[in-house]
């Protein structure tokens, strides 16, 4: 049980700090996601709309050009607006983590390295 416990704390590796950019650029491209999913929603029912309401104040294929411009630019402002949070909410747990880990200790990861694979077979 010794051994095993040993082994285990050797493998064992503490993250001491986080790079405060590094973590608000990924976590704002995460953010920014949702705003795709907006665009392609709104498209799709709006696009659905212009083709099926009898009560349009154009012609559908201009209600349609309208609404897919339209669409674009709603999914490009919820993309810029949720990765502006996303940064800030990132940039902010980085610096609050790298703050508190030399009082409270850093999160514990056991990793597992691999063996690098020949070379040689790869070419």
Known sequence: MAGLK?????????????DKKSLARTVAFFYSLPG???????L???LANAFTSNSLPAPPWKVALFLVGFSIVLGMAVSLIA???????????AAIYNLTTPKMGG???ELEEEEPENIAKLF
Do not use: D, P, Q
């Open 36 to 42: 795709l999913a907006v665009f392609i929603c709104f």
């Open 6 to 18: 040993k082994f285990l704390k050797r493998n064992m590796k503490e993250i001491k700090k986080i």
């Open 44 to 46: 799709i029912i709006s």
């Open 107 to 109: 999160v514990k990861m």
């Open 83 to 93: 990765a502006v949070f996303g940064w800030i909410i990132g940039y902010l747990f």
